[in-house]
């Protein structure tokens, strides 16, 4: 707080000598208040501080240390980015196969370069690149690094037998069974991008590439692994893949109904929040508007009415988005309507009250202006009143637009349905993380896209 | 000559007005009778059926819980600390999320001689993290930490900065630089002219956004406690997956409840700083 000038220190006149005695006496006022500001924030400091170590203890920090995972961070990261390629020898169920994610839509007919089989898979050998690489011969698996001495693993009828012929790498880890206390399961990640499992009912190498596989294309399509310009080719050629469908038709439809990036539903979901986000916002505001007229003390004389509009408009704010979400998803079911009624009650209350705030501060002079003129109710308030709260209307309407963008993507997952939701069970099952990234650089897009129209609409309305 | 000149060109502007105005509401209406009708056929329940049902769960509950008589009220008093935890939440991410706010909102500021590139870059941050959903983040480090509070509190704080931050940073623009210079003149370091100069202008304003985003936090994280983070949602999203109504109405009771207060009284709080009756009470005469 700046220290107002005590006014009587000075008399009348602004005195011309120069009053030492008055200024020294007014310092040590001065300097009290300051220090008096200053002990007031330091006991608030101190205040926040002390809560804060009690929320420390509170949320129970140290435990939530101790049990953090970091490496599902990594591994969240590498798998967004990256996809991987099995490796799969089946010992219990014969059988040899390597496929993308080992979907069985995405298995290899000729394995890549990197794995070298011969057909019945007996003797496979797979380079994992960086000198390491792994030898399947029928059920015994030798992993050979740059540093290590070879590993020697084979699966049995009742766990694995390992001989590592020199020192156990770090990497290693070996699943035993708690009751038996014999070995089951043979683990090795010598790097981030490789990894190699034995079972006794199967040998499993995966090894990770960048990218994004099938992104465009279902792996078993014609259309997989085609570059650009042979599509391009592919649309303008005549020669139908499918005869009933033009070519690009069928590029499209190919891609749309990819089964595992399911470009579709993801699209489908992001239309159904901005529905809800557009449609809640907009009714928000067109109900609120009238309401907020009447319950501004310069438009409604009743005071009965404005109180109990008042109490309308906190009551609705009050029943939070989260409880009217959770009534409208038993009435309505799941879909865009219910998240879009839930916003919109919610926001009538909000946008209500501010809006009839903003009408009780209008300038009455361009009202009587206008009512001078012989304008009847409605030209007061078309000419008179609209324009002057115009601007706060529209500023306000964008930026709970904005908001409500990001409020719908949570009431989606509460279980209203759109984006949220799919991102919540594509979480949840947590298969691939590519599919979560996709949809989190989706939802983002799709937030600061409504945020840049918004912001440029509030700019041409405001002005224009 | 020239009135005549002036009024048809005020008419015409008025005329274009008029088109503009009637244009936008038919893209109004347009946009809420085809948003509406593509929004009921892509929903499970339909609309009219829906509002029929309407009162039904409320009054579901509602009954559940008056059966229970006074027994309610001890169901009531047994959520307290999921309240407890949930304002936990929401008070600590917004006093972290607002103390980083002002970190950036300073740094952003241009009429406070920071390091001009700076002031771009951290006007851009603040930009991200307010476009960025809560609910991601939330879910990420859900993920990696644990389901517990905390992953809620720091995706909570994380829109906070972004928020508060714009907010902050607009009135620091609109200060008054004088007391900023005066103190200059005297050779006070940039600390210190933060400290007297800039601080005591902005407090008030500050306090004000703070208080009005504690009561949008709070809300935040009953939601957010409901995808996994503790606090009021998760026993809400128990009590109504185990189809228990009376603990479901004790705990939409005590949210109702607590953010009616909050909000009465932050309101109350806020007027009195704008109006400047609280801080006249501070200031000695």
Redesign the interface.
Known sequence: ????PAPLAFPLAFPLAFDADAVMARHV?AVR??RR?SL?GLAGLLA?LA??VY?WF????PR?IA????Q??VL?ATDAVAHKVHVTKGLRNPGFEVAVEGERTATYDTPPAWVEADTAGDRVIVDLGDGYSARIDGAVLTLTGPDTAPIRVEATDRGVRIDYRGARPDWVTEGVNVKTGSLVKFEARPSIDKRVQVTRSKIEIHRYFFGWENFWFPFDSPLHGLSLGALVELALSGDRIDPDRSNVATIFDTFWSNPEWQHRTVF?ALL?TV??A??GT??AA?VGLPLAFAAAHTFNRIAVIRFALRRLF?FL???????WS???I?????????G?LAIAFTDTGTLGKLFSETLENIDRKQVEGVQATGANRWQRYRFGVIPQILPVFVSQGLYYLESNM?SA???G??GAGGI?LV??ET?RT?RDWENTLYI?IL??LL??AM?ALSGWLRRRLIQG | MVAVSQHESIVQLEQRRRAYSLLTILV?VL??VT??T???S??????LT??R??F???GDILEEAWAEGWAFWGIVWGFLPALV?TL?IA??AT??GGVLAMVFAFLSTRSLDVWPPLIPVSRRLMDVMR??????LA??LI????A???PA?IAVAFHTIGALGKLFSEVNENIDRR?VEGLQAVGASWLQRLR?GVL??VLPNYTSYFLMRFEINV??S???G??GAGGL?AE?RRT?GWGSGEETAAL?LL??AS??VI??VSGMVRRGLVTGTL?AK???A
């Open positions: 707080m700046s220290t107002p006022d208040h300051v500001g007031i926040v809560y804060l929320a509170a949320f129970d920090i939530l049990t953090a995972e970091p599902r961070a969240l489908i159904e529905l809800m557009v449609l907009l009714t067109f906190d704010r009050g029943i939070d988005m989260l409880i959770l009534i409208f038993r009435a309505f079911g799941l879909g865009p309507l219910t879009a990001r993507t949570v009431i997952a509460l949220g991102l919540v979480m947590s989190i939802t983002i937030v600061v945020d | 109004v946009i809420l948003g509406y593509q929004a009921e892509m929903n499970s329940g339909g609309f829906g509002l049902q309407f039904d769960y409320p935890e936990n008070a600590t006093i972290l476009a960025f959903p809560e609910l991601i879910l990420f993920f990696v930490l644990g517990s509070s905390v509190m007391p007297f005591p202008q809300r935040a009953a939601i957010l409901f995808v949602g809400l109504i939409l949210l109702f953010i009616m909000d009465q801080r501070r200031v000695p």
